[in-house]
């Protein structure tokens, strides 16, 4: 089935734009392109052969094949109709909280490529009418192409070979096919680690999944019905059609996540299957069912990060109250920086590389504001203090107002009026909420440059709902963070990955075929030694911080005690000390801000949790050497490999994945605190 000339201009037209391109705008502030609206719908179904086949295992074709695809054209009618209409009313200016660019939206089917369903999926989805929609076939095939192809039956190999070419995506996996005869157990290991593997790939790359198979029949390993349990235990809504191979009735059910049902009720029809559809669609698209993105503070995060306006870099006077917080932060924070060698990168590939770099500026932009007006605080309410004694002591030597009270009077009023300034401005800009927000966003977007490695287009979100609700309610970043993602191509993304290798398989396809050993590189070298880098350095600055804040505060209130111990000497010495009242109210002062600034920092606990991070990374690093040692092990004896290590290997990288982003909620949950008042 031919693309449309219509959909071919639009996807010619909508290939020309480079995601990860930037804009530079005359203040040097850079900011990265939003994503484009993007649907992904994965599909599983039952395999069969054309009536015209004699000589096949298959089943033939059921004879509700004409109904299954009126039923799947309107499936897929309604998702993109929906999908289009949120794309429209979240584009970027569009309303409060829109991120997504003015291009059109694009529509993914990820398939099998197999017999049956698949290619009727492929056909349908292909025939819609021409529209604004750029449609595209992508596909996960569980070992490479010329065997996978090698691997169907012989009347299946020409139209094989026509669907990989209308495939922008192929992906292909490192199973092993065997099918000797008789069977073996190591043969039948093999083949049900590859389809399993195909299986959970096909999710890692779909937002819904789309099922198409008689409930009733026998599945094998990584079929339909076992796709279907995984769809619904990560959180993808499942849209079940179920037929008869002897009559015409199709049925259709939505299966949601937490829904309760057993496979004898998969043929039995949902009311209102559209309109949860729809909901969903919402739901993925813009993160809420009544299609309110997220509260005031969360869309005010969104318009900034894609703002050129918006001046993360600070004031350009060293004047500028927000210019001086960060400049006293940044000198007070450079005492206790130790630097760590080597210093290890990133693997950084586009377009995630543009959107973490901006969250990154964000994040240490509202960062050094957040501290340093602790510090400032602090400081103007010493400069009070002291201002208060020298009045006090100018008032009681004279017994008259001197002329030099009044200015100092008004110094003093000063100091106290910033300080209150200084404080309304960071919380009622939230600034520290919106650290955590964009830290949390930057972490997520890290995990991009390596989860794509083991063919995966899906990042696990917090594991515990408690951190959701407590930082800062990130509904909105997670739908931001989505919306990259799922624009992504894996195709796109492998050419910048260290050991993946790609190449132009049937008809200028992109072919992506995972190398485990290669991605197991990679995020060792990479991933894992620059989490090491950054809490090795992290521990030992808020350590060195800590201890510092610690013992000079102790220090003062021992000398605080030494000066109030001399005054009372004084009623009895007939000497005189100087300075000693100024002493006395001055450093309970200092030695309280010494504690106030160790304390609202968290720099002790800080340092203790990346301690605790470093240790759990070396257990990362041996996990990842012990499944590399197996792999080494194992194809060294082919004759013994299961293979299919991507599975292995995927679930790895999501373990790693997971427990970054959960280091970052729960690190939220510590820093998630207002400026005090000095």
Known sequence: MKVTKSNKNVSDEVRSVNPGHTTTMPDNCTVPEPPAPCIRVGFAGKRWRPESVGDSALEPEPTSVSSVRETLACILDTIEREAIAVGLRFRRGAGAGGFYADRPLEFRLITGLAEGADQLAADTFLAAEPSDVVRRLHAVIPFELDVYRDSRERWFRDDLDAAASRCETVVALDGIYDKPSPDTPLARNRRSRAYRSQSRLLLRQSD???????????????????????????????????YSGDHDQVVVRLLEPGDDVSVSDFGKTTAAWEQRAQEWVRIILAGSVDEILAPVSDSALIREYFDPACAAAGGTRWWQPANMQKRLWSGFKSWFEDNVEPNPRDNEIEPFASWKKRA??????????????????????LVAVTIAVVVAAIETGSGQLSAWVRPLVGLQFLAVILIFNNTRNANNHGWNKRTIAYRYLAERLRSCFYLPLAGSLRVPSVGNFIFKTRVLRQSAIDVLFDAMLRQARLHDLTRRIDGARVYDGISGTGHVIVKPRAALRCMREHWIRVQQHYHQYNSRSMYAMNTLLRRLGYALSIGAVAVVGLEVAAWWLPVTIPFT???????????AACQGIRFQSECGRLAERSEKMMDRLRRHLDRIEELEARIVEFQATPECDPGSWTGNVLALAEDIAAEMIQEVAEWSVVYDKEVQDA
């Open 581 to 591: 009242a100024l002493l006395a109210a001055i450093l309970p002062v200092a030695a």
């Open 360 to 381: 990154v500026t964000l994040n240490y932009h509202y960062a050094d504001l957040y501290r340093g007006v602790i510090l400032l605080n602090y400081v103007f309410a």
């Open 208 to 242: 819904i999944l789309l099922v198409i198979t008689d409930p009733e029949a026998p599945t094998g390993s990584g079929g339909a019905l076992e796709t279907v349990e995984r769809a619904l235990a990560r959180q993808i809504p499942v849209i079940f059609v179920s």
